[in-house]
């Protein structure tokens, strides 16, 4: 940073400024370019280590702090949780075989009233974007209400919105759980394609 009392280097990252986000995913990305993917995951200062037994966790958990200690990170371990089945992690609850949505998070859906204007529905909408990983056909359920924010559609709000809006609020109540994936099981190949255009899709279920 250059003052006019001379130039100066941030040991630390700062907060208030527009970049520190990205810089710290790159840099702590570089950090653990040789364990990310294979025992670990990084979100910019959280870092999940995953290992599917004891003796190999023990083995990954070196090479991490390894790859930390190289490069001078510094971790506090009253905030570190070591040997757990599971783990609440970006607002997820990640065990060995599934992930859940945090529920706080659901609980403030829940609490959300009704909408009253196109500012109120996008707000909804937005919080409620979280949890389509976790909806079947998310934009199917939601097709009404996001109609509502175009520019040219008058906001007016029906009963069919009202029980589209009470679904919704069902659907993420429900908390439904994500598995992560078998390779020794079978797995159902759904495809889909569109009428219009020449588009073809296929996911791995």
């Not at 659901?106 to 919080?127: D, I, S």
């Not at 159902?188 to 791995?204: G, Q, R, T």
């Amino acid at each position: 940073m250059c003052t006019r009392y001379g130039n100066y280097e941030w040991l630390v990252m700062p907060f208030g400024m527009c970049n520190p986000p990205p810089t710290s995913q790159q840099a702590i990305q570089v950090c653990l370019r040789k364990v990310l993917d294979e025992c670990a995951f990084a979100w910019i200062d959280d870092v999940l280590v995953y290992s599917p037994t004891v003796d190999q966790h023990e083995e990954d958990l070196r090479r991490v702090v390894g790859c930390l200690r190289k490069d001078k990170y510094y971790v506090k371990i009253s905030k570190c949780k070591f040997f757990v089945p599971k783990v609440m992690y970006i607002r997820l609850e990640i065990s060995d075989v599934r992930v859940r949505a945090e529920p706080k998070k659901a609980e403030l859906v829940q609490t959300w009233p009704k909408p009253k204007n196109k500012h109120e529905l996008r707000v909804f909408l937005g919080l409620c974007n979280w949890f389509r990983r976790f909806i079947y056909k998310y934009n199917h359920v939601t097709a009404l209400l996001t109609s509502l924010l175009q520019a040219k559609v008058e906001f007016i709000w029906s009963e069919v919105c009202e029980a589209v809006f009470k679904e919704l609020k069902e659907k993420i109540a429900e908390l439904i759980l994500l598995f992560i994936s078998d390779p020794t099981r079978p797995f159902d190949l759904y495809v889909d394609a569109s009428e219009k255009e020449i588009y073809i899709a296929a996911a791995l279920m």
